[in-house]
């Protein structure tokens, strides 16, 4: 055979693709010849095998792949002999054709990596396959045809047999989506730029009233500056419609549809169940729906244990299923969901469900001792824990499920297990819908800036010392949604703190986490937006607590938190020093103090918070605010950045720094929307930090509940 270094690279790795596509049909359509209980259909699909073996067969003899040419030749003249006759295929026989395809597709690999096919590859099989044709020679008193077929049947190519699609690489479509995703990030930075025009026509409109001297020079410098941000804005619309498109494109080019990723499953299940002596089938719902083939190809090998753990683990024997009322044959089913932006996808059985007893000894833990059946049953994706309790061929070993969970986290997702009420166990995996861009919460821990996916953010607090408690073994914090666990985000990362004194509140994210919410205390939040992400590589693979590195709008990199991660650490957590068992706090009408320059802006301010039940008072500057806080204190402090006398970020340090008002919450509403404004305003001790041109009141009040 031909040397692969003797053709061209491209056109052989095209050819192995379409091997391994066309053996996965092959072995999909043998399996649905075997499931279906129709003649009429098992004759169709025999049919479409004839030529499917045909047209590979002339795709290996272009390359000169003689041993993948020779197995296509005898499969189809199994298979003509069928179509020829109308006869069914028998299960030895459709046996016989699953090892061939097996065949084909370990040839496909051997020449993907860049080896030379073996002289004997397949010899076996094509012996076999003649067999089978030497053998319905002899029943019929005839002899076969040993040669390729001269006249006989024909097999027209069908426009099924060739889609008219073309092949792109995938590492050219990754590349496209990561330069429109850099297009958008530049979409962001114009926004900002048209901003930054807004505010200095506005300092230029203040300068026209100083002096005579200096209102034509403003009022020139007004106008001009009014032009470049309309210009601004007109531009940035433009590049924002066309970035998006642009996106949207290469997204859809990349998808595929997440039944491509359950491809040859339901041999997988009819193997093992067949080598276990059970009876088993597999159900697929949600099939249709279309996902970044990223995602498809780093989630099928997770799948394929799990559908493998499902039928060897899960699903008893006929006998044992007869007595227990249910069916002779198990199911599998496989459901893919969009919830949001994020895929859900379920791998669940109808069998015996998860033995807690055998899981807790496997665990090392008396059954006794267990308080938490969920907290136990995630023990079952550590290394060597196993619900088998004798070592086979299929499982017993413990190395699989914690394969599976590492795999997922990869992909920047969690995995959880449950047992099925009616019987079974079942797996959720929830995972991003691409790996490309991700939606983050921009975090402070110290002096450095990291991000958390905002699929698993609930919403935005404020923790105060008195909130920390002990319940059990576990150090939690109270909430409104009831006590949580928490980890220190700064003490886990093992950097300085950031925020100071534990007596004072600190911010903290409400994070939705394998096993329930968690709380992660941060000293900052800095803002919310949609961000490249790009993988850690291979020397940063092992490391758990980062699921990828993601590009902020100024080209630093910012690492995404592994949410599954900041779980486990929560469940160590120690109480922080300082911190005590909170007390009961009666409910009060909380008095808010509005401070800006602005009597509009101030009188806006106060309807919308008295409509919610606030008691309000006004300041009009931070200087006069600062004197009324010590004259009357206030529970809430809301104040603009650019007042005379004293400005926001001025005033909000001389709370901070004031030994009575020091936890008093400060929700800063400005125009100023840089993101070094924001990490300014929140390092001067902010709880929020909100911006005028996208002010909503209803988020305003949701903000203001948070922070008192």
């Known amino acids: 055979m031909t040397k692969p270094e003797e053709f061209d690279r491209g056109l052989l790795h095209m050819f192995t693709e ?11 359509a043998l399996l649905a010849i075997e499931d279906t209980g129709e003649a009429d259909e098992k004759l169709r699909l025999q049919e479409q095998l004839l030529r499917m073996a045909h ?28 179509v020829n006759e109308q006869l069914v295929l028998e299960k030895s026989k459709l046996d016989l054709l699953l090892t061939a395809a097996d065949t084909i597709r370990d040839a496909a690999l051997l020449l993907e990596s860049g080896e030379t096919l073996p002289p004997a590859h397949g010899e076996s099989v094509v012996d076999a396959l003649k067999a089978a044709i030497a053998t319905r020679a002899d029943h019929r008193g005839g002899k076969p045809k040993l040669g390729p077929p001269s006249g006989g049947l024909k097999v027209p190519v069908r426009a099924s047999d060739t889609d008219g699609s073309m092949r792109v690489s995938a590492d050219r479509l990754d590349t496209l989506l990561y330069r ?29 009233g100083v002096g005579t001297e200096f209102a034509t020079l403003a009022a020139s410098i007004e106008i001009g500056l009014r032009q470049l941000a309309t210009s601004l804005r007109q531009d940035m619309r433009v590049m924002h419609s066309t970035a998006t498109a642009l996106d949207h494109e290469v997204r859809h080019a990349r998808t595929q549809p997440f039944a491509e990723a359950c491809k040859g499953f339901d041999r997988v299940v009819r193997d093992v169940a067949s080598a276990s002596g059970k009876l088993a089938e597999l159900e697929i719902k949600g099939g249709e729906i279309e996902i970044d083939r990223s995602i498809l190809s780093g989630l099928q090998d997770s799948l394929r244990h799990l559908v493998r753990n499902a039928v060897a683990h899960g699903i008893q024997r006929p006998e044992e299923r007869r007595a227990a009322g249910k069916p002779e044959k198990g199911k599998v089913l496989i459901t893919a969901a969009i919830s949001g932006d994020r895929m859900e996808v379920r791998v669940e059985d109808d069998g015996r469900g998860l033995d807690v007893a055998l899981l807790s000894k496997a665990a090392g833990e008396a059954l006794e001792e267990v308080k ?23 499982s017993g070993r413990g190395i699989g499920l914690d394969i599976v969970k590492r795999n997922v986290e ?40 990291l991000t958390i996916d905002t699929a698993s953010v609930q919403r935005v607090i404020r923790i105060h010392a008195q909130d920390f408690a002990m319940s059990g073994h576990r150090c939690i914090v109270r909430t409104s949604i009831g006590p949580i666990p928490f980890v220190d985000l700064a003490t886990w990362l093992g950097v300085q703190l950031g925020r100071g004194d534990i007596r004072q509140a600190m911010p903290a994210i409400i994070v939705d986490a394998p096993g329930g919410p968690i709380a992660v205390l941060v000293d900052a939040v800095a803002g919310e937006q949609e961000l490249l992400a790009r993988p850690l590589g291979p020397r940063l693979a092992k ?18 938190l592994n949410v599954a991660a900041l779980a486990e650490a929560a469940a160590e957590a120690r109480l922080p020093d300082g911190a005590r068992v909170p007390q009961p706090i009666p409910t009060v009408r909380r008095k808010v103090l509005v401070v800006d320059d602005s009597k509009y802006i101030r009188t806006l301010v106060k309807l919308i918070l008295e409509g919610a039940g606030y008691d309000v008072v006004m300041a009009s500057n931070g200087k006069e605010a600062f004197d009324q806080l010590r004259d009357r204190g206030a529970d809430v402090v809301v104040a603009d950045v650019d ?23 400060v929700v800063l509403v400005t125009g100023r929307g840089t993101l070094e404004d924001k990490v300014r305003g929140l390092r001067a001790g902010a709880n929020a ?7 909503d009141a209803q988020h305003f009040l949701e903000t203001m509940r948070r922070v008192v």
């Not at 067969?57 to 993948?68: D, N």
């Not at 938490?372 to 004798?390: C, H, I, K, N, Y």
């Open 18 to 28: 379409e091997v391994g596509e066309r053996a996965s049909d092959i072995e999909q």
């Open 55 to 82: 047209s590979l067969k002339g795709a290996a003899g272009l390359l000169q792949v003689r041993g993948v040419e020779a197995i296509c030749h005898w499969m189809e003249e199994v298979l003509s002999v069928t």
């Open 180 to 208: 429109s995703g850099e297009l958008l990030s530049f979409n962001a930075i114009i926004r900002r730029h048209a901003e930054e025009a807004s505010l200095l026509r506005e300092q230029a409109r203040k300068l026209r």
């Open 372 to 394: 938490d059946d969920a907290q136990l049953l995630r023990r079952v994706f550590e290394p060597g824990v196993s619900t088998s309790a004798t070592v086979t061929n299929l």
């Open 410 to 449: 990869t992909l920047r997702g969690t995995a959880e297990i449950s047992q099925v009420p009616t019987g079974g166990a079942a797996f959720t995996l929830t995972l991003p819908l691409t790996l490309a861009t991700v939606r983050t919460l921009e975090v402070i821990a110290g002096k450095h800036v």
């Open 543 to 560: 490391v758990r607590r980062y699921s990828a590195g993601t590009v902020l709008p100024d080209g630093h990199i910012a690492l995404l």
């Open 643 to 665: 007042m005379p006398s004293m400005n926001g970020f001025e005033l909000t340090e001389a709370i901070r720094q004031s030994e009575r008002f020091a936890d008093t919450p």
């Open 689 to 695: 930090y909100l911006r005028k041109d996208q002010f």
